[in-house]
Protein backbone atom coordinates (compact mmCIF):
# COMPACT_ATOMS: atom_id res chain seq x y z
CA UNK A 1 0.00 0.00 0.00
CA UNK A 2 1.35 3.43 -0.93
CA UNK A 3 0.48 7.32 0.48
CA UNK A 4 -1.60 7.69 -3.27
CA UNK A 5 -3.90 4.95 -3.19
CA UNK A 6 -5.23 6.43 -6.43
CA UNK A 7 -5.23 9.39 -8.81
CA UNK A 8 -6.94 10.24 -11.91
CA UNK A 9 -7.42 12.84 -14.12
CA UNK A 10 -10.47 14.72 -16.25
CA UNK A 11 -10.04 15.43 -19.91
CA UNK A 12 -10.22 19.17 -18.89
CA UNK A 13 -8.71 21.74 -16.02
CA UNK A 14 -10.91 21.72 -13.14
CA UNK A 15 -11.02 21.15 -9.43
CA UNK A 16 -8.95 18.89 -7.26
CA UNK A 17 -10.46 16.68 -4.71
CA UNK A 18 -7.96 15.18 -2.23
CA UNK A 19 -9.60 12.11 -0.60
CA UNK A 20 -7.81 11.25 2.68
CA UNK A 21 -8.57 7.68 4.30
CA UNK A 22 -6.86 6.25 7.84
CA UNK A 23 -5.81 8.85 9.21
CA UNK A 24 -6.28 6.98 12.25
CA UNK A 25 -5.42 3.01 10.96
CA UNK A 26 -8.05 1.31 12.56
CA UNK A 27 -10.76 3.15 10.72
CA UNK A 28 -10.58 1.43 7.33
CA UNK A 29 -13.91 2.39 5.66
CA UNK A 30 -12.41 5.43 4.11
CA UNK A 31 -10.01 3.28 1.86
CA UNK A 32 -12.87 0.96 0.83
CA UNK A 33 -14.76 3.51 -0.38
CA UNK A 34 -11.58 5.32 -2.37
CA UNK A 35 -11.13 1.46 -3.76
CA UNK A 36 -15.08 1.15 -4.70
CA UNK A 37 -15.24 5.10 -6.36
CA UNK A 38 -12.05 4.65 -8.54
CA UNK A 39 -13.08 1.31 -9.39
CA UNK A 40 -16.24 2.92 -10.97
CA UNK A 41 -14.85 6.01 -11.77
CA UNK A 42 -12.44 4.36 -14.09
CA UNK A 43 -14.95 1.78 -15.44
CA UNK A 44 -17.03 4.94 -16.39
CA UNK A 45 -14.90 6.71 -17.68
CA UNK A 46 -13.44 3.82 -20.18
CA UNK A 47 -17.05 2.57 -20.87
CA UNK A 48 -19.12 5.48 -21.36
CA UNK A 49 -17.66 8.31 -23.71
CA UNK A 50 -20.12 11.05 -22.61
CA UNK A 51 -19.48 10.81 -18.92
CA UNK A 52 -17.93 13.84 -18.21
CA UNK A 53 -14.94 15.04 -15.48
CA UNK A 54 -13.33 17.74 -15.18
CA UNK A 55 -10.42 18.40 -12.70
CA UNK A 56 -8.90 16.13 -10.76
CA UNK A 57 -8.91 13.36 -7.76
CA UNK A 58 -6.25 12.16 -5.45
CA UNK A 59 -6.76 9.25 -2.91
CA UNK A 60 -4.70 9.01 0.05
CA UNK A 61 -3.74 7.04 2.93
CA UNK A 62 -3.21 9.16 6.27
CA UNK A 63 -1.29 6.78 8.43
CA UNK A 64 0.40 3.54 6.39
CA UNK A 65 1.98 2.20 9.43
CA UNK A 66 -0.83 2.57 11.68
CA UNK A 67 -3.04 1.34 9.12
CA UNK A 68 -0.89 -1.80 8.41
CA UNK A 69 -1.13 -2.57 12.24
CA UNK A 70 -4.87 -2.00 11.89
CA UNK A 71 -4.21 0.75 14.97
CA UNK A 72 -5.50 3.98 15.98
CA UNK A 73 -2.14 5.39 15.69
CA UNK A 74 1.41 3.92 16.64
CA UNK A 75 3.50 6.75 18.97
CA UNK A 76 0.17 9.47 18.95
CA UNK A 77 -2.81 10.23 17.38
CA UNK A 78 -1.71 11.83 14.10
CA UNK A 79 -5.17 14.27 13.78
CA UNK A 80 -4.08 16.19 16.84
CA UNK A 81 -0.56 16.95 15.27
CA UNK A 82 -1.14 19.61 12.48
CA UNK A 83 -0.10 22.57 14.28
CA UNK A 84 1.58 25.29 12.18
CA UNK A 85 4.65 25.22 14.27
CA UNK A 86 5.29 21.73 14.64
CA UNK A 87 4.70 21.40 10.88
CA UNK A 88 7.34 23.87 10.27
CA UNK A 89 9.92 22.75 12.30
CA UNK A 90 9.61 19.44 10.86
CA UNK A 91 9.86 20.39 7.34
CA UNK A 92 13.50 21.73 8.54
CA UNK A 93 13.95 18.32 10.88
CA UNK A 94 14.09 14.74 11.34
CA UNK A 95 10.67 12.89 12.40
CA UNK A 96 11.23 11.82 16.02
CA UNK A 97 8.34 9.56 15.79
CA UNK A 98 6.43 7.62 13.62
CA UNK A 99 3.18 9.72 13.22
CA UNK A 100 5.99 12.68 12.56
CA UNK A 101 7.02 10.77 9.39
CA UNK A 102 3.72 10.50 8.84
CA UNK A 103 2.67 14.00 9.23
CA UNK A 104 6.39 14.63 7.09
CA UNK A 105 5.03 12.47 4.17
CA UNK A 106 1.39 13.83 4.21
CA UNK A 107 2.03 17.12 4.28
CA UNK A 108 4.43 17.01 1.44
CA UNK A 109 2.00 15.40 -1.08
CA UNK A 110 -1.09 17.55 0.34
CA UNK A 111 0.94 20.79 -0.68
CA UNK A 112 2.27 19.81 -3.63
CA UNK A 113 -0.88 18.99 -5.21
CA UNK A 114 -2.52 22.44 -3.37
CA UNK A 115 0.45 24.27 -5.15
CA UNK A 116 -0.33 22.66 -8.86
CA UNK A 117 -4.19 23.58 -8.27
CA UNK A 118 -3.38 27.90 -8.46
CA UNK A 119 -6.92 29.34 -8.73
CA UNK A 120 -8.96 25.97 -8.61
CA UNK A 121 -11.33 25.11 -6.37
CA UNK A 122 -9.45 22.40 -3.51
CA UNK A 123 -11.96 20.19 -1.54
CA UNK A 124 -10.19 18.19 1.02
CA UNK A 125 -12.39 15.32 2.28
CA UNK A 126 -10.78 13.68 5.52
CA UNK A 127 -13.01 10.31 6.10
CA UNK A 128 -13.69 8.99 9.07
CA UNK A 129 -16.01 6.37 11.36
CA UNK A 130 -16.45 5.87 14.95
CA UNK A 131 -16.13 2.99 17.54
CA UNK A 132 -20.32 3.46 18.02
CA UNK A 133 -22.94 2.51 15.93
CA UNK A 134 -25.23 5.22 14.68
CA UNK A 135 -25.61 8.42 12.30
CA UNK A 136 -23.56 10.06 10.04
CA UNK A 137 -22.14 13.85 10.12
CA UNK A 138 -19.98 16.39 8.75
CA UNK A 139 -17.25 18.20 10.37
CA UNK A 140 -16.37 21.56 8.28
CA UNK A 141 -13.75 23.58 8.75
CA UNK A 142 -14.68 26.85 10.28
CA UNK A 143 -14.61 28.97 7.20
CA UNK A 144 -17.29 30.43 5.22
CA UNK A 145 -16.44 28.41 2.12
CA UNK A 146 -16.48 24.77 3.76
CA UNK A 147 -19.50 25.74 6.01
CA UNK A 148 -21.32 26.61 2.76
CA UNK A 149 -20.79 23.21 0.27
CA UNK A 150 -21.18 21.07 3.80
CA UNK A 151 -24.81 22.07 3.62
CA UNK A 152 -25.13 21.17 0.29
CA UNK A 153 -24.27 17.68 0.96
CA UNK A 154 -26.69 15.56 2.34
CA UNK A 155 -25.73 15.04 5.94
CA UNK A 156 -26.10 16.23 9.11
CA UNK A 157 -23.52 19.31 9.56
CA UNK A 158 -22.08 19.72 13.58
CA UNK A 159 -20.44 22.97 14.38
CA UNK A 160 -18.21 24.07 17.01
CA UNK A 161 -15.78 21.04 16.29
CA UNK A 162 -12.64 22.79 16.09
CA UNK A 163 -13.07 24.95 19.05
CA UNK A 164 -12.82 22.10 21.38
CA UNK A 165 -10.27 20.17 19.84
CA UNK A 166 -6.30 21.13 18.48
CA UNK A 167 -4.28 20.19 15.82
CA UNK A 168 -6.39 17.84 13.48
CA UNK A 169 -6.81 19.07 9.46
CA UNK A 170 -9.54 20.74 9.66
CA UNK A 171 -7.63 22.97 11.88
CA UNK A 172 -4.19 23.56 9.24
CA UNK A 173 -5.95 23.05 5.62
CA UNK A 174 -8.70 25.87 6.55
CA UNK A 175 -7.65 27.57 3.83
CA UNK A 176 -6.23 30.86 5.99
CA UNK A 177 -2.59 29.75 4.95
CA UNK A 178 -3.69 29.03 0.89
CA UNK A 179 -5.07 31.76 -0.33
CA UNK A 180 -4.47 31.00 -4.07
CA UNK A 181 -7.32 28.57 -4.04
CA UNK A 182 -10.69 28.53 -3.04
CA UNK A 183 -10.23 25.79 -0.22
CA UNK A 184 -13.05 23.55 1.22
CA UNK A 185 -11.97 21.08 4.20
CA UNK A 186 -14.82 18.62 5.28
CA UNK A 187 -14.50 15.68 7.91
CA UNK A 188 -17.19 13.41 6.91
CA UNK A 189 -18.37 10.11 10.20
CA UNK A 190 -19.74 7.84 7.81
CA UNK A 191 -20.84 5.13 10.39
CA UNK A 192 -19.32 2.55 12.59
CA UNK A 193 -15.70 0.81 12.12
CA UNK A 194 -16.61 -2.03 10.77
CA UNK A 195 -20.27 -1.55 9.38
CA UNK A 196 -20.07 -2.19 5.11
CA UNK A 197 -22.91 0.72 5.09
CA UNK A 198 -19.91 3.27 6.27
CA UNK A 199 -18.04 2.46 2.91
CA UNK A 200 -20.73 2.89 1.15
CA UNK A 201 -22.00 5.96 2.68
CA UNK A 202 -18.45 7.10 2.31
CA UNK A 203 -18.17 6.56 -1.54
CA UNK A 204 -21.52 8.44 -2.07
CA UNK A 205 -20.39 11.50 -0.01
CA UNK A 206 -16.88 11.71 -2.48
CA UNK A 207 -19.47 11.64 -5.56
CA UNK A 208 -21.59 14.37 -3.81
CA UNK A 209 -18.72 16.19 -2.95
CA UNK A 210 -16.58 16.33 -6.21
CA UNK A 211 -20.20 17.08 -7.90
CA UNK A 212 -20.87 20.21 -5.56
CA UNK A 213 -17.07 21.20 -6.36
CA UNK A 214 -17.89 21.42 -9.82
CA UNK A 215 -16.15 18.01 -11.18
CA UNK A 216 -19.13 15.67 -11.90
CA UNK A 217 -22.33 17.06 -14.16
CA UNK A 218 -25.09 16.95 -11.68
CA UNK A 219 -27.11 14.98 -14.72
CA UNK A 220 -24.55 12.46 -14.74
CA UNK A 221 -24.74 11.38 -11.15
CA UNK A 222 -27.20 8.70 -10.15
CA UNK A 223 -29.92 9.91 -7.39
CA UNK A 224 -29.04 7.49 -4.97
CA UNK A 225 -25.81 8.73 -3.87
CA UNK A 226 -28.01 11.46 -2.77
CA UNK A 227 -30.66 9.32 -1.64
CA UNK A 228 -28.10 7.04 0.30
CA UNK A 229 -26.91 10.02 2.61
CA UNK A 230 -30.49 11.18 2.93
CA UNK A 231 -32.05 8.18 4.43
CA UNK A 232 -28.97 8.12 6.94
CA UNK A 233 -29.73 11.42 7.87
CA UNK A 234 -33.42 11.55 7.61
CA UNK A 235 -34.26 11.17 11.46
CA UNK A 236 -31.19 13.23 12.65
CA UNK A 237 -30.49 17.12 13.34
CA UNK A 238 -29.91 18.91 9.89
CA UNK A 239 -27.41 21.55 11.92
CA UNK A 240 -26.33 21.17 15.52
CA UNK A 241 -23.57 22.57 17.70
CA UNK A 242 -20.93 21.16 19.94
CA UNK A 243 -21.36 22.33 23.61
CA UNK A 244 -19.19 19.76 25.28
CA UNK A 245 -16.21 17.33 24.85
CA UNK A 246 -15.05 15.00 27.60
CA UNK A 247 -11.05 14.62 27.68
CA UNK A 248 -9.22 11.80 29.04
CA UNK A 249 -6.32 12.25 30.71
CA UNK A 250 -3.14 9.53 30.84
CA UNK A 251 -4.15 6.98 33.46
CA UNK A 252 -8.02 8.37 33.70
CA UNK A 253 -9.32 4.68 33.25
CA UNK A 254 -11.81 5.93 31.21
CA UNK A 255 -14.96 3.76 30.42
CA UNK A 256 -18.37 3.97 29.10
CA UNK A 257 -20.86 2.29 31.35
CA UNK A 258 -21.35 -0.97 31.09
CA UNK A 259 -25.15 -1.83 31.26
CA UNK A 260 -25.74 0.65 28.58
CA UNK A 261 -24.39 0.81 25.09
CA UNK A 262 -25.14 4.58 23.76
CA UNK A 263 -25.07 5.08 19.73
CA UNK A 264 -24.52 8.30 18.15
CA UNK A 265 -27.30 11.20 18.50
CA UNK A 266 -28.75 9.16 21.51
CA UNK A 267 -30.43 11.57 23.43
CA UNK A 268 -28.77 11.91 27.10
CA UNK A 269 -30.29 13.82 29.95
CA UNK A 270 -28.65 16.50 32.29
CA UNK A 271 -26.79 14.31 35.10
CA UNK A 272 -27.25 11.19 33.08
CA UNK A 273 -24.80 9.05 34.31
CA UNK A 274 -22.40 7.87 31.35
CA UNK A 275 -19.23 6.77 31.98
CA UNK A 276 -16.65 5.96 35.05
CA UNK A 277 -12.64 6.76 35.53
CA UNK A 278 -10.52 6.36 38.28
CA UNK A 279 -12.45 9.59 39.69
CA UNK A 280 -15.74 7.93 39.74
CA UNK A 281 -18.78 8.19 38.10
CA UNK A 282 -19.08 10.73 35.17
CA UNK A 283 -22.68 12.63 34.64
CA UNK A 284 -23.91 14.52 31.56
CA UNK A 285 -23.52 18.49 32.57
CA UNK A 286 -26.45 19.14 29.90
CA UNK A 287 -28.68 17.61 27.96
CA UNK A 288 -28.31 16.90 24.18
CA UNK A 289 -27.40 14.38 21.95
CA UNK A 290 -24.03 12.11 22.69
CA UNK A 291 -21.48 11.56 19.86
CA UNK A 292 -19.04 9.53 19.33
CA UNK A 293 -18.68 7.87 23.09
CA UNK A 294 -15.27 6.18 23.33
CA UNK A 295 -15.80 2.05 22.83
CA UNK A 296 -11.96 1.44 22.08
CA UNK A 297 -8.66 1.76 24.31
CA UNK A 298 -6.64 4.33 22.36
CA UNK A 299 -8.05 7.68 22.47
CA UNK A 300 -8.56 11.08 24.15
CA UNK A 301 -11.92 11.74 23.83
CA UNK A 302 -14.59 10.25 25.82
CA UNK A 303 -17.68 11.17 24.31
CA UNK A 304 -18.88 14.84 22.73
CA UNK A 305 -22.59 16.13 23.51
CA UNK A 306 -24.19 18.57 20.93
CA UNK A 307 -27.28 20.49 20.44
CA UNK A 308 -29.75 21.71 18.35
CA UNK A 309 -28.20 24.82 16.29
CA UNK A 310 -30.58 27.65 16.96
Do not use: W
Request: aromatic residues 8%; hydrophobic residues 35%.
Amino acid sequence: MNRILHQINGKEKGPLLIIIGSIHGNEHAGIIAMNKFFKKLEDELDQNPGFYMSGRIVGLVGNLNATRQKLRFIDEDLNRMFIPERILNLKKSDPQNTEESELKELIQVIENEINQAENQMVGILDLHTTTAEGGIFLIPAENESSIEIAKQLNAPLIHGFLNELNGTLLHYFNGNAYQHVKLHTLCFESGQHDDPNSSELACSMIIQFFSALGGFLQEDIEDKHKLLLEDNSFTLPKEAKLVYRHSIQSGDKFLMRQDKVYKNFDPIQKDEYLADDIHGKIFAPCQGFILMPLYQKKGNDGFFIIQLKK
